[in-house]
């Protein structure tokens, strides 16, 4: 396989993620850009007083997994359901047909 033929297949894999876990992976880069760079340009640390820069990125980082994390499994009860609707028995793989 060449390496733009799986750079394909990475983006169409990445596109059928639902759309608030690709929101919250954006952020989660966008939040690893920002406290890099918060990182680089800071001077001295004069200690963790009030609510700094390195804190926002922080948040903006835990904010994104949360998003991820909420996309994923609202993808998974929604898939389930379809699954369960489908098929007579309801949820219950072992009931009476």
């Known amino acids: 396989m060449l390496t733009i033929e799986s750079g ?5 894999e990445a596109a059928s993620f639902p759309a608030l876990s ?12 920002f406290d890099v760079i918060v ?4 001077g001295e640390h004069a200690g963790h007083h ?18 991820v994390l909420t996309g994923v499994m609202t993808y998974g009860a929604r898939r ?7 098929k007579r ?3 219950d793989p072992n009931a009476h047909r």
Not at 80 to 86: D, F, G, P
């Open 22 to 33: 690709r929101i919250g992976l954006l952020l989660m880069v966008a939040a690893g850009a």
């Open 50 to 67: 009030g609510f700094g820069p390195e804190h926002v990125a922080h948040l903006l980082g835990v904010v994104g997994m949360v998003f």
């Open 89 to 91: 028995g309801g949820l």
């Open 8 to 12: 394909r297949r990475l983006f169409l």
């Open 80 to 86: 389930q359901l379809r699954r369960a609707a489908a």
């Open 39 to 42: 990182h680089l340009t800071a």
